[in-house]
């Protein structure tokens, strides 16, 4: 229940007082002497305490929401008064957890759960006797952050805290006083300064790449991970240990109400944290505590590079299929109009083709004998100008760029094409997760009954080599994957990812003393120090580095690697060998042709019929006069 402090002091006063006075204990007190004696004791004690608590609101917890939690085993009558008075049933983010008990336990105190601790807790005891070790260490209370326990002692009330790391762990703050506690800090010290040199145990995974790895066989494990826990040791004074897999090799999933992989072992509290970043999910946040993020990545999808256009074509694509189609339109049209004019020459329309093609090639024309062709002469020399330098132009351009098919850039290009299907490898990840429940997820359920999980992560590359699959999975590991532990370079990332994630280290649930790590690993980050960690082990890697002779839009990574200059092969001329292979054939067979049937050589070409032959001589290039 919560009450704000102006209202709920006064009125707890009023009422505990009225209470142990008779009204409440009422019931109580008639059964026996004993009982009755108990409740004196208890009023004086709930009296003490009361006032106690009006001092801590007035001081250490001045600007804080107070809640209040009292001990079930109050008469009933005392209790439905108390929360008759509450007007709230949500806790407030950060409000002091106000508990009043005669004996404490979880059954008897309605105090949240261990998943769901108060964060800031002033415990009151309205008896004294207690084992205050036993009573602090209480399993439940674990994850609280800040505790305090205020227990009548011989006359007075003596302060306590728990260091959780340090042995002995019971630690005396002193007897109560307004006077001594007058600061928040002073009534909670940061109970997780010193870590007493504890050791933890760190579950970690290996081949996680940049995080944790080895750079060679036998070699010592690197990586981010290592880099971040090699700091805060020193920095907090405690020692860790790590493991290198975990026990089944996998992540850890929920089967049968059960935690598998690296997961299952911080669950089971074999393991402190782990040193893995892992991503939340729904039932990942139910059943632990993550810590800050370390990392931010994004689920994306990998596909096989297609195959670059044939080089051939080159001297094809300037032009699209239907200025190719209007050029040759224009040709014969023009041809027309030259061969209506030149009748008079006894010319004929193959002659003025062959005649009007010699500009579009950059030959330069015999003159024509007509002086009003002149005028079509001059037109097309205009129309083959811009033809010539446009088709120049665009040659230029597709020799500098390399060329593909228009790769996929987005998620529904993805979902429209029914070729590829996805998969990930089915090793409990919250990739695999995620897409074994593909209904439930907006973005991947228009790929339902397209995706396949393989049990191993090579058949489920192999599928993205071959092509027929689309490997989804977190980006920068499946890069340096794919580049160190696969070698293959033909591959592309989607730009549209599925959806962006943090990856943060696990911890078991109510888990107080993670906030000391997460303190100090924000530091990290703001600093600067995680992101320089994390470039440094990709440079190791030799991933997301520019590499040579890729194209825009087709490599590693989009966001990160551009077009760069790269020198003419003879593979990107290919077209011109091409049509010269072409013209040979052709030339060959005219030759033999012309060995076998002269006579059909001459229908071909009437001679004299035909301005005279061209050569490059100086002469061709003057006017006749
Ligand atoms: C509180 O604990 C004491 C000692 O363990 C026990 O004698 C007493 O019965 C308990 N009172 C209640 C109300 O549970
Ligand atoms: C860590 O230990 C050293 C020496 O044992 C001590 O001087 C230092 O204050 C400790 N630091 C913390 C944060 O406890
Ligand atoms: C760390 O885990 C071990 C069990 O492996 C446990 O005994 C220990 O209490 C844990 N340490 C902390 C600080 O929770």
Redesign the pocket.
């Known amino acids: 229940m919560i009450m704000t402090p102006a209202t709920a002091v006064p009125k707890l006063l009023l009422f505990l007082t009225a209470a142990f006075q008779g009204e409440a204990f009422g019931g109580i007190k008639r059964s026996g002497r004993e009982w009755s004696e108990q409740a004196a004791g208890v009023a004086v004690e709930a009296e003490r305490a009361v006032k106690m608590v009006r001092q801590v609101m007035k001081g250490p917890a001045r600007d804080r929401t107070l809640t209040f939690s009292l001990d079930t085993t109050l008469p009933a009558t005392v209790r439905d008064a108390i929360s008759s008075l509450s007007q709230f049933q949500s806790p407030v983010t950060d409000s002091l957890h106000v508990a009043l008990f005669f004996n404490l336990s979880h059954q008897t105190i309605n105090l949240g759960s261990v998943t769901h601790p108060p964060r800031h807790l002033l415990l009151v005891s309205l008896r004294s006797g207690h084992d205050v070790t036993s009573l602090l260490t209480q399993p439940w209370l674990s994850g609280v952050q800040s505790l305090a326990l205020v227990t009548p002692v011989s006359g007075s009330l003596a302060t306590y805290t728990l260091l959780p790391f340090c042995s002995p762990s019971l630690h005396y703050l002193g007897h109560w006083s307004p006077h001594t506690f007058t600061t928040w800090e002073s009534l909670f010290p940061d109970r997780f ?3 007493c ?1 504890t050791v933890f145990h760190v579950a970690l995974k290996l081949e996680d790449p940049p995080y944790f790895y080895r750079r060679r066989l036998h070699s010592q494990p690197v990586g981010v991970s290592v880099n971040i826990l090699r700091a805060l040791s020193t ?3 405690f020692s860790y240990d790590v493991t290198e897999d975990s026990l089944d090799g996998t992540w850890g999933v929920l089967e049968g109400g059960e935690w598998s992989g690296l997961l299952g072992m911080v669950n089971r509290g074999e393991y402190n944290f782990t040193g893995n970043g892992f991503i939340k999910s729904w039932e990942r946040r139910e059943a632990f505590d993550f810590g800050e993020p370390i990392y931010q990545d994004k689920v994306s999808v990998f596909l096989k590079k297609p195959v670059s256009v044939q080089a051939w074509m080159d001297l094809v694509r300037p032009f699209s299929v239907g200025v190719w189609a209007a050029l040759l339109v224009a040709l014969l049209l023009s041809s027309a109009f030259f061969t209506l004019q030149a009748r008079v020459q006894r010319s004929n329309m193959s002659v003025t083709s062959l005649y009007l093609v010699r500009v579009l090639l950059s030959q330069s024309t015999p003159p024509s004998g007509q002086p009003r062709s002149r005028l079509l002469v001059s037109v097309w020399l205009l129309v083959c100008l811009i033809i010539t330098s446009a088709f120049t132009s665009n040659l230029v351009g597709i020799f500098t760029t390399n060329t593909f098919p228009a790769p996929i850039t987005s998620l529904s290009q993805l979902a429209a094409q029914t070729t590829i299907r996805l998969t990930t490898p089915d090793y409990g990840s919250f990739t695999s997760n995620r897409m074994k429940r593909a209904e439930d997820d907006v973005s991947l359920r228009r790929f339902q009954g397209r995706i396949d999980l393989f049990p191993l992560q090579c058949e489920a590359v192999a599928g993205m080599t071959a092509g027929t699959h689309g490997f989804v999975e977190v980006a920068t590991h499946t890069m340096i994957m794919l580049t160190t532990k696969y070698k293959k370079r033909n591959w592309y990332r989607v730009k549209e990812a599925f959806l962006t994630v943090e990856m943060s280290w696990v911890y078991k649930k109510g888990t107080a003393w993670k906030t000391k790590l997460d303190e100090n690993i924000k530091w990290l980050k703001y600093t600067g120090v995680i992101e320089q960690w994390y470039k440094m082990e990709l440079q190791h890697l030799d991933v997301g580095k520019k590499r040579q002779g890729r194209g825009k839009g087709v490599n590693d990574d989009p966001d990160t690697t551009g077009g760069r200059g790269r020198p003419l092969t003879t593979s990107h001329l290919q077209g011109l060998f091409f049509l010269l292979g072409l013209a040979w054939v052709f030339s060959i067979v005219v030759f033999l042709l012309e060995k076998t049937h002269e006579k059909m050589c001459c229908s071909f070409c009437p001679i004299g019929s035909v301005p005279p032959p061209f050569h490059l001589t100086p002469d061709s290039l003057t006017p006749p006069s």
């Open positions: 300064l010193n870590t040199h920095k907090l004074n």
